[in-house]
Nanobody, 122 residues
Framework: QVQLVESGGEVVQTGGSLRLSCRAS????????IGWFRQAPGKEREFVAI????????YYAESMKGRFTISRNNPRNMVYLQMNSLVPEDTAVYYC???????????????WGQGTQVTVFS
């Protein structure tokens, strides 16, 4: 069982940066891949990025490559999403999710946080 809590969402201007955090509680955090997803109003939840349990392997949605960076600190049970060059289209609720094996398929995730709102204005 893993509990996840996101934080760091804010209102930011176009071109700005944010770092989102995902704090995990529970046992064996290192055994879980952590993914970031986002959901804009009226749209389906979409994959953003994922990091495996070791932190050595990452994978990004094509539109996020070069702008977003996912990382993790296992001793602190934390995962981060650094977001740069933000645009209004990045406005969404951002969620972190956990499962044992890494995948970009949101339907395969076992545990979800409550989400954190990111709003980018022009």
């Amino acid at each position: 069982q893993v509990q996840l809590v996101e934080s760091g969402g804010e209102v930011v201007q176009t071109g700005g940066s944010l770092r989102l955090s995902c704090r995990a509680s529970g046992r064996d955090f290192i055994n879980y891949a952590i993914g970031w997803f986002r959901q804009a109003p009226g749209k389906e939840r979409e994959f953003v990025a994922i990091v495996d349990g070791s932190g050595r392997n990452t994978y990004y949605a094509e539109s996020m490559k070069g702008r977003f960076t996912i990382s993790r600190n296992n001793p602190r049970n934390m995962v981060y999403l650094q977001m740069n060059s933000l645009v209004p289209e990045d406005t969404a609720v951002y969620y972190c999710a956990a499962r044992h094996r890494a995948t970009s398929d949101k339907n395969r995730y076992d545990f979800w946080g409550q989400g954190t709102q990111v709003t980018v204005f022009s």
